[in-house]
């Protein structure tokens, strides 16, 4: 019915930079805030950034400087350019987003998934 599709996942050296996107698709009614999780092996599931429906941005303390999150509410896909990336960044990075189906209520959709790796 929905889906979050990401991809721009990879693996990029110390200092490099990555871009992710993510597209929402389905009968969607309405997206209120959009956002980018994280997990690394051994570790919960952390918020790395989000952003409202009207462009308000919040971030980790631990990447605030470094990356930047982007939504275009036309075509319904949300982005993290990630710079600066460090080796503490790696995990798998999920795509978030709180939104409106017709029919079926308002609750959270989660993507699959994309690995970043930062290595040298």
């Known amino acids: 019915q929905v889906q979050l599709v990401e991809s721009g996942g990879g693996l990029v050296q110390p200092g490099g930079s990555l871009r992710l996107s993510c597209a929402a698709s389905?009968?969607?009614?309405?997206?209120?805030?959009m956002g980018w999780y994280r997990q690394a092996p051994g570790k919960q599931r952390e918020l790395v950034a989000s952003?409202?429906?009207?462009?308000?941005?919040n971030y980790a303390d631990s990447v605030k400087g470094r990356f930047t999150i982007s939504r275009d509410n036309a075509k319904n896909t949300v982005y993290l350019q990630m710079n600066s990336l460090k080796p503490e960044d790696t995990a798998v990075y999920y795509c978030?987003?709180?939104?409106?189906?017709?029919?079926?209520?308002?609750?959270?959709?989660w993507g699959q998934g994309t690995q970043v790796t930062v290595s040298s």
């Open positions: 389905g009968s969607i009614f309405m997206i209120n805030t």
């Open positions: 952003i409202t429906s009207g462009g308000s941005t």
């Open positions: 978030n987003a709180l939104l409106t189906v017709y029919g079926s209520g308002t609750r959270d959709y």
